[in-house]
């Protein structure tokens, strides 16, 4: 009984987005303030160490602020400099064919831009530039959709990742031994992606020219299938070797930029292009669920060059490698290691919060990927010569798109927070509101009905939240121990909760009304959702499978050893 009235906030916010469609925002917030009522009254949990842990909650949430406004304000400052439409104006003359541009754009540049910046810009930029080509906003939203999953776990520089990481890092398993965790967790979370990711473009065609074409058929789509399998490559294979080689902040970012300049060059020569050109038809033809159901403002023009447009990202590239890289010293000193820490003023602590032993923050601005986002918008400015009126436009529409996000990021902290303290400790005989749903679930499940629920759990995170990150801040503890009850690697759950996150995008609620209301589409949200669905489904099959394989036919288990 317990354990379902713990997860009464957990319901309280999937019901309120998805039966009534609120924001996440008021959502989380109702739902905190349930959980706050619960600890009190349930779980024995004093005012104070509510208050506590809430605090510690909502300054957890300032690693994750600061990398979305500093992805969002790159965005926005390219966009005011001219720097976007001078892009997308140079994806305009790659090919003509309509699949090879499908590709390239909805899968190498959307996922560039979901690496770089994550948290729903890749429909934004991708979607427009596809309808600019001649594609109908109904097919660009799917596209950009479907496309914004593989480089989504490694987005926004590892964001959700990082999420994952700062929720579990006090447990068990992960402090045995955290940097060989970190790296099965990478390289878990990478591998069904490249796998299953190697695909997605094909799929994608195969979705396009069956709903979209004149034909409704498979045919085109299988004959652009070997162009379609070898862009897959070009970011599946980069992106596993960096996260395991390199680690997950910017697995999917140079991946990514590795992929547009393959698959461009590629489609250059006509290496592996389809002979025929495909196209939509004429515009006349299109049903009217393909077409806009209002007008969308023209792409600016911009007599920008292309190098110069793409400076800002290469400088965000060569930045980030450069202060992740152990051998350089720049992460020892911005970052701090097991031996070391960083230099004085690039990070700030607060210990024991309300006097509560254990409950401490520290934030390494310094080091994280928000603070280079900013310092290169700022370079920018001048770089590209921007006058006041852009720099007050891209900070003001920052500024606002930020706020929502904001409130959504802190109260979901915060309610994982108040729902995994336990005021006891391990050792004692209360457990956490968290900790109580995971023996529950464990209870009632065993290793393999975990390893198939798993992934929907974070699909139906970031189904209603529209945010992988939100997804792991609301399921990655709940993962963590039901799998080991239920006797399934940790690393396995975390990378599954994760990956699962990823592929939600695909249908998530907040991704289909921003796509819907960028290109026109508003009102047509429904049938958006309804073609991505199968695609959703076959990649949650394709991640289920990975970890059936790895569970029971090879018997692993990445956990780090835990010595008592």
């Known amino acids: 009984m317990l354990a379902i009235i713990a997860f009464l906030p957990i319901l309280a916010t999937l019901v309120l987005m998805l039966a009534f469609n609120w924001p996440a925002k008021w959502c989380l917030m109702i739902s905190w303030a349930m959980s706050c009522v619960l600890a009190f009254f349930l779980w024995d949990v004093e005012v104070l160490e509510i208050v506590a842990n809430s605090l510690l909650g909502a300054l957890s949430s300032l690693d994750v602020l600061i990398i979305v406004f500093g992805a969002i304000l790159v965005m926005n400052t390219l966009k005011a400099s001219g720097a976007t439409a001078a892009i997308n104006r140079g994806f305009m003359n790659i090919n003509p064919d309509k699949r090879v541009q499908a590709v390239i754009i909805g899968f190498a540049f959307c996922s560039f831009i979901e690496a770089a910046a994550g948290f729903g810009t890749p429909a934004a930029l991708a979607g427009p530039l596809m309808v600019s080509l001649g594609f109908p906003p109904m097919a660009a939203a799917v596209i950009a959709l479907i496309c914004d999953s593989v480089a989504v776990s ?48 094909l799929l994608v065609l195969l979705i396009t020219t069956k709903v979209f074409g004149k034909e409704k058929s498979f045919k085109p789509a299988l ?121 004085t003023g690039t990070y700030f602590s607060v210990n024991d ?140 759950a975390v990378a599954m909760q994760t990956v699962g996150g990823a592929v939600g995008n695909i249908t998530c609620i907040n991704n289909a009304v921003a796509a819907s209301a960028t290109l026109g589409i508003s009102g047509k949200e429904g049938k958006l959702i309804k073609i991505n669905l199968p695609a959703m489904l076959i990649y949650t099959a394709g991640v289920i499978a990975v970890f059936l394989v790895a569970h029971f036919l090879l018997g692993l288990n990445p956990d780090p050893q835990v010595i008592a």
């Not at 955290?178 to 473009?201: C, D, M």
């Not at 920008?304 to 350089?328: D, E, F, G, N």
């Open 353 to 492: 919060i309300l006097g509560f032993e254990g409950l401490d923050y520290t934030l390494k601005w310094a080091y994280l990927p928000g603070t280079f986002f900013i310092i290169v918008a700022l370079i920018t400015h001048f770089m590209h010569g921007m006058n006041r009126s852009q720099i007050k436009e891209a900070w003001t529409v920052t500024f606002k798109q930020i706020s929502g996000a904001a409130i959504a990021i802190i109260f979901g902290l915060a309610l994982v927070k108040v729902m995994s303290y336990d005021p006891d400790g391990t050792t004692g005989e209360k457990i956490s509101m968290m900790t109580e749903m995971a023996q529950a679930l464990a209870a009632g499940l065993n290793d393999l009905a975990f390893i198939i629920i798993s992934p929907f759990i974070g699909v139906l995170g970031s189904f209603v939240s529209g945010s992988n990150t939100v997804s792991n801040t609301l399921f990655t503890n709940l993962q963590f121990e039901t799998a080991a009850g239920v006797g399934v690697s940790t690393v396995f």
């Open 154 to 201: 490694f987005g926004a520089v590892g964001t959700p990742v990082n999420q994952s990481i700062s929720l579990i890092k006090d447990l068990p398993q992960y402090a045995a031994d955290p940097e060989a965790y970190n790296a099965a967790f990478s390289f878990w979370t990478a591998l069904p992606h490249a796998i299953v990711g190697t695909f997605l473009p």
């Open 223 to 343: 004959k652009a299938a070997p162009f379609a399998i070898f862009a897959g490559l070009s970011l599946s294979v980069p992106m596993l070797i960096l996260a395991m080689f390199m680690g997950h902040d910017f697995a999917s970012l140079l991946a990514a930029l590795f992929s547009i300049c393959v698959t461009i060059l590629a489609a250059k020569v006509g290496f592996l292009c389809p002979k025929d050109t495909w196209s939509f038809g004429s515009r006349d033809e299109w049903p009217d669920d393909w077409k806009a159901t209002h007008r969308v403002a023209p792409m600016e023009e911009s007599n920008m060059s292309l190098i110069k447009a793409w400076t800002p990202y290469v400088l965000i590239a060569v930045l980030l490698v450069a202060t992740r890289i152990p051998q350089l010293g720049i992460k020892t000193l911005l970052n701090g290691t097991a031996d070391s820490m960083p230099i």
